[in-house]
């Protein structure tokens, strides 16, 4: 029998999103990832977990307030989440109305605008030009009196770019009535940061991942640092019990054990060595690419671009086909991992560039 439940109008409206998966048992290359471990404290600190344990609620409080003081910030000031995407998803939540607008330099990360559409608010999209430089003119004149969230991820995904420090004060001063969402997800391959300025620009809110650096993407964990008149309204729709107990005790250790912060200063370097070594490759080859400051690539493949994800996929490496963004027909992101794995990528590249299909 035919079922007579509609879901709201505007859920109807929000386009599938299914990002590729399956069959990821190669060199994953395709989600910017760690490509190799979390820290083996870290695991340790799982490892270490009693059946006990997990038959309690999570409590964030404590990690939170943790976490906060690494930030030198307030308790109030910070949100641990069930990833940046979690975060993102309060946020629209929390602050996009019918009649709101989402303000968005595109192409960026796919679910701003997924989360926004699932609120009575519209997104608009700014196109960064073909450098896929920040399109800062052209977000400064979009803005206007509905523009209540927009939303910038520094670096950009999947174009590497930047937004400068002083583009976003310029943004978040020319936008009092809307809350400016820095994503910092790739912060630790960028190294700057716009975290000291919570509280002092009052509409900026920053968010940080555990899924990338820290190598936890599978514990999803996230956060948010912001001024407390804004977060006590993203607390307001926020699952009491989003974050579990083994992120919670994967965190504490990320925060506080000495061989944590070392493991991750030193994978940090590594792929920044890697990342180094590869776009020199990627010259020597002959294949264009933009500047970047996360640990991922947006390679110029050209129209050949689906053969390429495939071949490189029969070679045991994931890459990830960005075609369908605005403005990325025949772009391919690449993820920078450790050195020795992005020699496996280049040697992939190679011998698909010698079977003469990019010729
Ligand atoms: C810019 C950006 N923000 C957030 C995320 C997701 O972070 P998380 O795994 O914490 O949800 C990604 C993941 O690819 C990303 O590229």
Redesign the pocket.
């Given at each position: 029998m035919k079922n007579q439940i509609q879901p709201r109008a505007r859920v109807q409206q929000i386009p599938e999103y299914h990002p590729p998966l399956g069959n990821r048992d190669s060199l994953r290359l395709d989600?910017?990832e760690n490509t190799l471990a979390c820290s083996p404290a870290v695991l340790a600190a799982i490892q270490s977990l009693s059946a006990a344990d997990l038959t309690r609620y999570p409590e964030r409080g404590p990690i939170e307030s943790l976490a906060a003081s690494h930030l030198g910030l307030s308790p109030e000031q910070v949100i641990l989440t069930n990833?940046?995407?979690?975060a993102?998803h309060i946020l629209c939540q929390a602050f996009l109305d019918r009649g709101d607008e989402l303000l968005l330099p595109v192409p960026?990360?796919t679910?701003y605008e997924i989360y926004a559409s699932a609120t009575d608010a519209t997104t608009r999209r700014v196109q960064a030009g073909t450098d896929f430089r920040f399109p800062l003119e052209a977000l400064l004149s979009a803005i206007a009196t509905k523009t209540k969230l927009i939303a910038i991820?520094n670096p950009?995904?999947p174009t590497g770019s930047v937004c400068t420090r002083e583009h976003i004060i310029a943004i978040a001063e020319a936008a009092p009535q809307a809350v400016v969402l820095v994503?910092e997800?790739?912060f630790h391959f960028y190294g700057h940061t716009v975290m000291d300025l919570i509280g002092k620009l009052p509409n900026l809110i920053v968010?940080r991942?555990?899924?990338?650096a820290y190598g936890l993407?599978s514990l999803?964990?996230?956060l948010l640092a912001g001024p407390d008149s804004l977060l006590q309204w993203a607390r307001r729709v926020l699952s009491p019990y989003s974050v579990n107990t083994v992120a919670l005790a994967a965190l504490k250790a990320a925060l506080t054990d000495p061989d944590a912060q070392s493991y991750l200063d030193w994978y940090v370097s590594e792929v920044k060595r890697s990342r180094a070594q590869f776009l020199v490759a990627l010259n020597k080859i002959g294949l264009a690419y933009w500047p970047t400051e996360a640990n991922f690539v947006l390679v110029n493949i050209g129209p050949a671009h689906k053969e390429f994800a495939a071949a490189m996929r029969e070679q045991g490496i994931l890459v990830r086909d960005r075609s369908a963004d605005p403005g990325c027909d025949g772009l391919v992101r690449i993820t920078i991992g450790t050195r020795k794995h992005m020699h496996l990528a280049v040697a992939a590249i190679q011998k698909w560039k010698s079977a003469g299909v990019l010729a």
């Open positions: 989600f910017n990833g940046v995407d979690e993102i960026t990360y679910m991820a950009n995904s994503d997800a790739y968010a991942t555990f899924s990338k993407a999803r964990l996230g």
